[in-house]
């Protein structure tokens, strides 16, 4: 995904993470008015640390899909449908652009629990007692390993900064990505349910995970077994 996307030093946007959390009543889209949720309070906090953001070029033809895509959730559009590949698109631009939403949106819901994530609450990255995810890569961890929580966190954000300019193979890494991607899903809602309901995000987190479960299955992306964990949940909350 060459191009597509460079790091800013701008941490979090209001107006791109406004489908995903909510706009106050009231308040212009986009815009983050008093704050009331704690989810946001969270979000906001200048002393929580964000990855920076991964952005399309202005200008690109991915740019103007990102545009799309983020107007027909804006809208309210039912998520079966805005996951669905507009008309004379082409199928790789519109993955690579949600790939890379999903990656800031995720990285972002794992940063408001991540103060309750610890190597000490979280010593395996896991999904509850039947499921256990160790880590692998080309490079210093070559065989699965089990590893904590955070710790396998961070290796992924790193391996997937790499991965998402990596045009080679391209639906093969982006399968590979978004199968991490949800087992960072499966570790919140599992282990980290308390948080979400404490902040009052629920809704919000709900909201991203139907989006990313219906992307994912519209295109065939992730294999059913991985979807295992959370398939009791996903089939109550995605008719």
Known sequence: MSGICHKTRQLVEASSLSWCIGTPRGARPGSVAKMSNPFLKQVFNKDKTFRPKRKFEPGTQRFELHKK????????????????????????????????????????????????????????????????????????????????????????????EVQINNEDNFL????????????????????HFDRIAQLGSEAHVNTCYKHFYYFVTEFGLIDTKELEPLKEMTARMCH
């Not at 949600?98 to 979280?122: A, K, P, Q, W």
């Not at 982006?174 to 282990?191: A, E, G, N």
Request: hydrophobic content about 45%.
């Open 69 to 160: 895509a983020q107007a027909s959730l804006n809208a309210g559009l039912d998520l079966k449908l805005a996951v669905q590949l507009p008309a004379g698109e082409e199928l790789n631009d519109w993955v690579a652009v949600h790939v890379v939403d999903f990656f800031n949106r995720v990285n972002l819901i794992y940063g408001t629990i991540s103060d309750g994530c610890t190597e000490r609450s979280c010593p395996i990255m896991s999904g509850g007692p039947k499921y256990e995810y160790r880590w692998q890569d080309e490079h210093k961890f070559r065989r699965p390993t089990a590893l904590s929580a955070p710790r396998y966190m961070d290796l992924l954000m790193d391996w997937i």
């Open 172 to 191: 093969q890494v982006v399968k590979k990505i978004l199968s991490r991607l949800f087992r960072v899903f499966v570790h919140v809602y599992i282990h």
